[in-house]
């Protein structure tokens, strides 16, 4: 098993173009997540998934947008690049167990530089 | 809603322990401890459920008590291979909705 995967692993944006990061993953899970990581800031949660065809928004999701139209897909989307949004980029997928949200399995991380 | 970990920073020599505390403002259902290495993603370590339930592997263990709604890391005997990040994760009863704490930086030094 791959795991969770992340394409691209790294990208360099142009204020203003638009891009899109794909996430993967092949555990069969129902949960999965789009975290932007910031020096001192932690992990953010940008918009997440409970299960195909669904999304919604996390703590940080002005500027993104999201697709799940695969169960094992969940696709990020910025339309137009800014320099706020230079950071990395973990997506990550989990199951809910009686309520209770097991482990998050974490892909390697993309790179994102917006210039 | 993000909870609150203390502390922001620790220098450890080998073999000497630490705690790593992570406070909720909302009413907790799970905590959950994860350690990132430089460069890598996160990685899961345990998750503890409301009850004061105590959790441990190795030399790392962790306590939850929901009455404070605070969970703590403990890491004993540290060894090189601890230094790292560590982010507690929270969630609340109400809601799906996960959160990480700040992280706190461990560094362990021969």
């Known amino acids: 098993n791959a795991g969770v995967t992340q394409t691209p692993k790294f990208r360099v944006l142009k204020t203003g173009q638009s891009m899109t990061l794909l996430c993967a993953q092949d555990?069969?899970?129902?949960?999965m997540y789009w975290y932007r990581q910031d020096p001192g800031m932690g992990l953010r949660l940008i918009h997440y998934?409970?299960?195909?065809?669904?999304?919604a928004k996390g703590e940080v999701p002005d500027g993104y947008n999201v697709s799940r139209l695969k169960k094992q897909n969940f696709l990020l989307g910025l339309e137009s690049a800014a320099p706020s949004q230079t950071s990395v980029y973990f997506c990550?997928?989990?199951?809910?167990?009686?309520?209770?949200?097991?482990?998050?399995?974490f892909g390697p991380g993309t790179r994102l530089l917006v210039l | 809603q993000q909870p609150v970990q203390s502390p922001q920073a620790v220098i450890l020599r080998e073999g000497e322990d630490a705690v790593i505390n992570c406070s909720s403002s909302?009413?907790?259902?799970?905590v959950h401890w994860y350690r990132q290495k430089h460069g890598e993603a996160p990685v899961f370590l345990m998750i503890l459920l409301k009850g004061g339930e105590q959790k441990g592997h190795d030399k790392i263990s962790a306590s939850f008590n929901e009455k404070k709604q605070q969970s703590s890391l403990y890491l004993t005997a540290s060894q090189l291979s601890y230094s790292g990040t560590y982010f507690c994760g929270t969630q609340a009863f109400t809601g799906n909705q996960f959160y990480f704490g700040t992280g706190t930086s461990l560094t362990v030094i021969p």
């Open positions: 998934s409970v299960g195909e065809g669904t999304t």
């Open positions: 555990m069969n899970h129902e949960y």
């Open positions: 990550a997928s989990s199951y809910l167990y009686s309520g209770l949200q097991e482990t998050q399995y």
């Open positions: 909302k009413a907790l259902y799970s």
